[in-house]
């Protein structure tokens, strides 16, 4: 049950998963920029 996501490399479940970790920076990483471009 714990990797019916495909992690086969024995990461453990306290870890999130790479998408949501790069999700996470990429919406982060847009906030910014909007946020930096409206102020200019």
């Known amino acids: 049950m714990a990797y019916s996501h495909g992690e086969c490399q ?3 479940a306290t ?12 919406v982060a ?3 910014a ?3 930096l471009g409206s102020r200019e």
């Open 10 to 12: 024995g990461a453990p």
């Open 15 to 26: 870890v999130p998963e790479p998408t949501t970790v790069f999700g996470l920076l990429a």
């Open 29 to 31: 990483a847009l906030t």
């Open 33 to 35: 920029t909007s946020a």
